[in-house]
């Protein structure tokens, strides 16, 4: 389900002849992190050449824009606004022309200090083209008074805090960054001669790269035609992984942190049913985001599995709802359930998360209205009561239902018989660590922010 906004997916190919075609498709592998715009940058070796647009990447390119893009390296972006307007002046990469030559950039996550340091950089003269936390990276290089890129770039990433997995783009090489914290991931995988950096490994899986390894908390990786280096010029921090990258953005089939997604979250399955006290006889789960979780939770507590709820993929951002008579199609237009398999039944539904609680209502009273007897609730993961500054879109802390409802408020709300969510210590323990020792960030369930926002 796709209704808060969310971040964002990147990638880069160094040494290829087919660079930008292999971005675009490691783009495409990208999507579900980010659907308003995409961008892909490369270079001949002399110079940089943009191509971005609002849309989906498969809209965006046609086989005329990527022959525009030629040279063996290359970066790719694609957005879903998280700081700045949605507009076209915000689709990355961002490309420059300063001092150091030309500079694309593209990056996944949030500053929490970057309108304190554009206020600083506007007050000192810098003139902004866009709202996106990105150009303050740009402008900290340019002003640095350190003699080369290099150091001028550890020392602008010096002075930001927060989450960034990055991918720069000069005429010469492909630079990878990842923030010290590890929050948003960053993976680094071969194609013969040809590197690839990725947000997700499941891109690498398109174009038959192989996963190497993680970018590392507080790496940045140089690749060019010597080969690889790798610095570390930041100070050692505490891991904080984004465990919603586990729980709902990334792709099952993707290993993330090191860990294959889809047996975390199949064991975040396992452990609410682990946790479950309500019988039942069927368990469906919210198409797509509830499904790997639901197949955990049937197979541990033995309660049947069905796809008792069907969704129509090809709902677009172009539907127009007909106004009038036929109008409020509500959720149908996108899920509709399989009558025959509910009515009459005590049914389970399971999704990810409850953000609003509009999603889950519309489901309840979907499912009960096909015919079932209960319905009850179950959420793969704990209570979502603080917005995450990192990265993810999440509504205000107001409009998050769990942040000033009780777990029988909520249920009122969604109309189900019963709600349970996953456990925070359950949830961790599926990941294989513990309450007391795990490298997660896990603030949108604690309100325990690793970086508070300045
Ligand atoms: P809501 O209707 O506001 O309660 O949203 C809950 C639904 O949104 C669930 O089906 C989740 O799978 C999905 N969801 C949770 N987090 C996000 C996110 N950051 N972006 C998009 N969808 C999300
Ligand atoms: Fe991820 Fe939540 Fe932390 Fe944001 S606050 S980085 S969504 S765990």
Known sequence: MWNVKEKCGIAGVYGHPEAANLVYLCLYALQHRG??????ASTNGTEIHIEKEMGLVAEIFNEERLKKLKGEAAIGHNRYSTTGESSLKNAQPLVVNFKYGNLAIAHNGNLVNAHLLRRVLEEEGSIFQSTMDTEVIVHLIAKSKCKSFKDSLIDALKQIRGAFSMVLLREKELIGIRDPWGIRPLALGRLKDAYVIASETCAFDLIDAKYERDIKPGEIIKIDEKGVESWFPFDEQPLRHCIFEYIYFSRPDSIVFGKEVYNIRFRFGVQLAKENEIEADLVIPVPDSGIVAALGFSRESGIPFELGIIRNHYVGRTFIEPTESIR?????????PVKELIKGKRVIVIDDSIVRGTTSRKIVKMVRA????????KISSPPITHPCFYGIDTPTRRELIASSHTIEEIRKYITADSVQYLSLEGMIKATGYTLESHPFCLACFTGKYPLKFQ
């Open 370 to 377: 096909a015919g079932a007897k209960e319905v009850h609730m």
């Open 328 to 336: 409020h199609f509500g959720v149908k237009i996108k899920l509709n």
């Open 35 to 40: 659907q308003e715009s995409a961008g892909i």
